[in-house]
Structure formats: C-alpha cells, structure tokens
C-alpha cells in the first residue's frame, strides 16, 4: 500500500496544498527526502505565484495529481547540502524553478535544454525518480538536486526575484533564442502582467525600444513611467494599432487567454517574431498571407534550461532588475488567487513562506 | 477617360486574359508600354501556368483586377534593349518571375529583397509607376526593366527550368544534402516520389500510424499545400526547433495549436519567392546540378483545360504555355 505524504519521506516538511479541482489550499503536512549525496536543502523564504500554480490548481491542462503542492518561484537559504555537493554551502541564497530532475542523457540534457527533456520533472505534481510525486515551493523547507539549484546573487532582494525563477527566464530565453536583445531593435511585449512587466525591465536593460501592447488604457502611465516603456499601444485602438504596422522587429506575446494573433502580425517588420509564451488550451486562427507576404514567423518557447536560468539572474542581478511583486500572508493565498484569476495584481504576487508559514 | 488596354500603351500586344472571376481565358489585345532606356524587350518563348494563375483569375483572394492576363514564370529571346542596359543584349535568353518593379529605397530592397519591398510591383495584376495595370506572361511580348530580367543560364532547357513547388523542393533538398521526406495524402505518389524524384521516404498523412513513427524527426518541414489543412499533424512531426514553412496561400486562417509551439520551441513561418539577387542565384545552382522541373507543354488554346485540370491537381507538374508555338492571333 503506498505511503501517505507524511510517512513517505524521513524528514518532516509542512505546506498547503489543493485537494482537488476547487482548487482552494489549505495548511497540509507531508515529508521530503532525506539530503542525498547530490542534494541542496533549503528554508523557503519567499515564494512567487505563477499563472501556472492556478491552471494547475484547477486542473485546466487535464494532468494535475492531488494533494497538489504548487510554487515554482522558490528563494530561500541552504540549511544542508549532500556530500557530493561541490556549488553550495549553507547560509548560500538560492533558488528552484520549474524543474527538479531530467533525464541527463538525450540532446536537449546534453545541450543544457533540461526544460525541453521529454522527461524532465517539474517541480511540483510530477512523478520524481523515486516514484514519489514533487512537492513544491508553498512549503517550508525544498530538496533539490544541486544541477537545479540556482546562486541568487548578494544584491537580489530575495522577494522580489523570486519570479523570475519563471517568470524571468520565461521571457529571457526566447528574447535570446529568437535574437530579440540587440541594442536599437524595436520589440513588442503583449500583456503587462507577471512575464510582461518582467519582459519589458529585460528589454531595456538590453538596450532594445519597447512597446507594451495591452487591452487596458489604465496602464499606461504605470508602463511608461515606472517600468520604462517607450510606447504602449492599445490593442483595441485600431488607429493606434494602424499607425503602428511594421513596425517592431519582434513580439513577445505573454496573454495566454484567446486573442486575434493577426493585428500582432501586422505590427510586425518583414522578417519580425511572434514568440508565444503564454499557451490558450485552444488552437488560435493563424492567417497565413501575413507570414507569406512579410517573411514573418510564429514561434513558442517554454521557460529555459538551467544554465541558461542562471545567466538570466546573474543578468538580473547586474542591471538591479526584480520583478513588482505584492507581498502576502499565506493565509491569504486563496484571495490572492482570485485576485490573479482577475489579473488584480501590480504585477506578481509572493508569499512571505518564512515568516507566515507556520504549522501548528 | 481612362485609355482601354489597346490603346494606353504604343506598341501593340496580344495575349490570352480572364474578363471576369469565372477565369475562363480567351484572346485578348492590349498594349505594352515603349521600351524605355533601362528596359528589355523580350519576345516570349514559354510562360509556365503557376496555381497563382488560377486563384487569380477566379479572383480567390479578392484584389484581381479584370481583364487579367496572367503568367509570372516567363522565358524568351530579347529583343530590344535600352540606351543604359548593360546586362543583356539581343538575342539573350532571360526568364522574368514574380515581380517587375520595386521603390528600390526601403530596408528590404537595400537587401536585395525586393519581394518584400511594401510597393513591390507584381508581373501581372499590379499598378505600374505609371499607373497602368501590369499584364503577365500568356502573351506574345513583355517590357521589362533589366533589373528584374534573369538572365537564363544556356544548358537550362528554356521550357523546364521554370517552377512546381514540392516537386522541385524535393529536388532542391537533395542537391543541398538534405534527407528528404515527402508528405503528401496521396499514396499513388510514393513511387515517383522515391524512384523518380529521389526522394528518401515517403509519409501518407492520413495514416496514424506512420505519422506517429515520424513524430518529432524533422528539422524542418516545407509546406506547399495552399488548401486549408491541418497544421498540428505537422508540427508533431518537428524536432525541438523545428519550423514549419509555409508557402501555400490558403484564402482563410489555419488553425494553430500553441502547445506543440511553446513546447518544442517551434515555429511556423511565411515566404514569399524570393528577391532579384536570390532567384538568379537559384537559376545558377539549378544549371549546375542539372535541376528542371517536371512539366507537360501545352499550346495557348488549352489553358482553359490546364487550369480545370491544375484545379484537380492533375498534372505531373507543371504545365508550361508554349507561347511562341500556339499565341496565334
């Protein structure tokens, strides 16, 4: 008989958890493996909520497994490390994203693409090596594997990069991958929420023009003013959407609700990016003589690989970029859900794991 | 009032044009413009019948403009050159494409992508700069500036260097190395395909199976099918990385599912011929691998029947007009 999620492991951990597609939390006890040879074990300290944690709370992708421990944007300092352990000491600030293990043997392990392995391991609901299911970072204490763990820098605050343990290199990869990070190039950024706001901060630190494509006029003044936007376009603007065909070299589309993919396109320069990092559940209608006509192409890119997740902090950390983050109790996770399902939140919301979480 | 077709230009022509979207062609005479000083005048020898033809005539994509003379895969003698031509001379044989006209001045046409150029002027069916309706290759003649004039290399047959997309892609792949699949729903392809054309494997799309063998194999996929049609399957045959190019022309949007994108890091992008530098650049690789396209020749007065069979996709596969032989007036 399989063990219950307190006895399966030897040491005690605590956190809350979803127990089915209501997708509500509550205070949940479980245990996490012993330090390994090769493992880091860290207090959480701070924990970022991803749009992911809520699909998946609500079993919206069809694959959740409860209890459901979600929390991919993990800070905290390392308590314990293995005997193998070579990168890490305790006292060390660190984090975890969204993958635990992999499969280290195909092409994309070997070309350090670990978040493309057709086996990798996400960090929470996903069967681990061992057989267990991973917990993740709405808990008190994390054991990783030090390939995954990531040096959070002196001068990163840790709440507020906790995001971009996702968020951050969600939106950083294909900006590289898709050459979208060259000094005076002029790149657009669809949706100014958790990756959007983090999308724009990279893209001027990069020295590319940004424009914020966004169905809300009330942001605005936020995104040229405090994030450093150079323009903002209303999509539902078609004079301003008009006035503005051709121009960007890329896109960065973060919206993972259904919207008209074809005013995007004509934004775009010949040869211009569509990069899709938010994914609808349902096909989008793709018009196919805009791509023919101006050379253009649609891509997608999920999260990043390891190395490349440490370069994005190590990036973060020289140019003092965090992300605009509310910072909350975690007895006030389900509204704070709510509010995300709204997309009321300027612009990630973190729980203070170190100081709220407690067992009693 | 607005000069006819016979009387705008000074030096007469005659060609075969579609009046009205129902795309039957039928004799027509107009005019061609004087060979200005950076024009070449070229006497058509063979104009092949592109499936653009035929979704123009029958206006499929709105923006036809009739009467209509088609034909954007153009071959001849030249005939006349003007004061300041330096790259032809009477008696060359040139091909001339898809476009004659381009501002020469933007981004694109800086880089020799004159196809991309925002006014780019199409061989038929396009405003000229002097504000006549530019008409195609099912004609006896056509004056072209000599900067969109291809000089036709001489040990390319002139009737068959001129088109067909998977086939010659499927040629194209093999001359640069590449391991070619064909993917088509026609299982009756599979032999020409592999013995004729040298094709390295051949998938039925409609067959689970094969296609879930295939999955995630290619680096690449070239999509010619210009009828609506799934893309999903296709993505799934993608490597991480993979992209998906498409060159066929549907009249409505595809559907696209974005998981396979974000998952895999695919994408899926457009192309639309190529600039000036590029398509002579084609024409030279394909003379030196010996590369021509399959086609069937047909005379002028048949093209009303060649466009009933190209709408069936029955032609092995390309036809091509034999202008000089068959435009009679």
Known sequence: MAKSPEEEHPRKAFGWAARDTSGVLSPFKFSRRATGDKDVTFRVLYCGICHSDLHMLKNDWGYSTYPLVPGHEIVGVVTEVGSKVEN??????????????????????????ENYCPKSIQTYGFKYHDGTITYGGYSDIMVADEHYVIRIPDNLPLDGCAPL??????????????????PGMQVGVVGLGGLGHVAVKFAKAMGVKVTVISTSPKKKKEALEKLGADSFLVSSDQDEMQAAQGKLDGIIDTVAAMHPLAPLLGLLKSNGKLVLVGAPEKPLELPVFPLIMGRKTVGGSLTGGIKETQEMIDFAAKHNITSEIEVIPMDYVNTAMERLRKADVRYRFVIDIGNTLKSN | MAKSPEEEHPQKAFGWAARDSSGVLSPFHFSRRENGEEDVTIKILYCGVCHSDLHIVKNDWGFTRFPVVPGHEIVGVVTKTGKNVKKFKVGDRVGVGVLVG???????????????????????????????????????????????VLRFPDNLPPDAGLG????????????????????????????????????????????????????????????????????????????LNGKLVTLGLPDKPLELPIFPLVLGRKLVGGSDVGGMKETQEMLDFCAEHGITADIELIRMENVNMAMERLAKSDVRYRFVIDVANSLSQ
Do not use: W
């Open chain 2, 164 to 239: 067909g997309l998977g086939h010659v892609a499927v040629k194209f792949g093999k001359a640069f190395g590449l391991r070619v699949t064909v993917i088509s729903t026609s299982p009756k392809k599979e032999d020409e395909a592999i013995n004729r054309l040298g094709a390295d494997a051949f998938l039925v799309s409609s067959d689970p199976a094969k296609m879930k063998v295939a999955m995630g194999t290619m680096d690449y996929i070239i999509d010619t099918v210009s009828a609506v049609h799934a893309l999903a399957p296709l993505l799934g045959l993608l490597k």
């Open chain 1, 165 to 182: 343990l996702c968020a951050g290199i969600t939106v950083y990869s294909p900006m590289k991958f898709y050459g979208l990070d060259k």
């Open chain 1, 88 to 113: 890490f000491k305790i006292g060390d600030k660190v984090g975890v994203g969204c993958v635990v293990g992999a499969c280290h043997s195909c092409n994309n392990c070997a070309n350090n693409l």
């Open chain 2, 102 to 148: 381009s501002c020469k001045k933007c981004d694109s046409c800086q880089q020799d992508l004159e196809n991309y150029c925002p006014q780019v002027i199409f061989t038929y069916n396009s405003l000229y700069h002097d504000g006549t309706i530019t008409y195609g290759g099912y004609s006896d003649a056509v004056v072209v500036e000599e900067c969109y």
